[in-house]
């Protein structure tokens, strides 16, 4: 049984950073890649970043220059790295590993 949850969610202001983990327990024969979605209220869910098995990153481009994502080298530990924080990346995140979910934490960016 594979289980990811997330942490670190909470409120701040603009420009201010919050750093989001994700915690992989459990069994997993191999991972793909790992990554971070998030869903702001009435809108539909939005990619954000991506990490791969060879440290490759891809960023979604309204974070792109201020979220950074990383992972230990056991995989089993996921970061985000969110600086200069906006009232838009209000939303709630969630950690994906491959075909796994987490439950998700919330984020919220005061203006």
């Known amino acids: 049984q594979v289980h990811v949850e997330e942490s670190g969610g909470g409120l701040v202001q603009t420009g201010e950073s919050l750093k989001l983990s994700c915690t992989v327990s459990g069994s997993i024969s191999s991972i793909n890649y790992m990554g971070w979605y998030r869903q702001a209220p009435g809108k539909q869910r939005e990619f954000v970043a991506q990490i791969f098995t060879n440290d490759k990153t891809i960023y979604a481009d309204s974070v792109k220059g201020r979220f950074t994502i990383s992972s230990n080298n056991a995989k089993n530990m996921l970061y985000l790295q969110m600086n200069n924080l906006k009232p838009e990346d209000t939303a709630v995140y969630s950690c994906?590993?491959?075909?796994?979910w987490g439950q998700g934490t919330q984020v919220t960016v005061s203006a």
């Open positions: 994906y590993v491959d075909l796994y």
